[in-house]
């Protein structure tokens, strides 16, 4: 089954960090593409990170580069968000993204409307 299920959303001080988790897709060998995409209320959402499937190929938005990274345990069928350095302006709902037939390149990051398979999105709230 093609799902996508995210965790390690939550309350973080300005300054903080989290660790977000990406299980999925399941029931396949396909070499899917994974990502971030982040939705703050009211506005659109916005590429956060992708990785290629093999990991020799990542990209983020100006606004994380440095204090996110991606990474991936194909064998796991899981991807990675480590967010560091958080600020209030990165509170957002944070979806985990995968598709079977874009590259980690600039269409992941700012078309994401796109992508083939959507997480349900885990909350990540930074205030004191």
């Known amino acids: 089954q093609l799902q996508l299920v995210e965790s390690g959303g939550g309350l973080v001080q300005p300054g903080g960090a989290r660790s977000l988790s990406c299980a999925g897709p399941?029931?396949?060998?396909?070499?899917?593409?994974s990502g971030w995409v982040r939705q703050a209320l009211g506005e659109e959402r916005v590429g956060v990170s992708c990785?290629?499937?093999?990991?020799?190929?990542?990209k983020y938005a100006d606004s994380v580069k440095g204090r996110f990274t991606i990474s991936r345990d194909s064998a796991k069928n899981t991807v990675y968000l480590q967010i560091n350095t958080l600020s209030p302006e990165d509170t957002a709902i944070y979806y985990c993204?995968?598709?079977?037939?874009?590259?980690?390149?600039?269409?992941?990051?700012?078309?994401?409307?796109?992508?083939?398979?959507w997480g349900q999105g885990t909350p990540v709230t930074v205030s004191s």
């Open positions: 399941g029931g396949s060998v396909d070499h899917y593409t």
């Open positions: 993204s995968a598709d079977l037939l874009t590259p980690c390149d600039d269409d992941y990051l700012y078309r994401s409307k796109i992508l083939e398979l």
């Open positions: 990785i290629s499937w093999f990991g020799s190929t990542t």
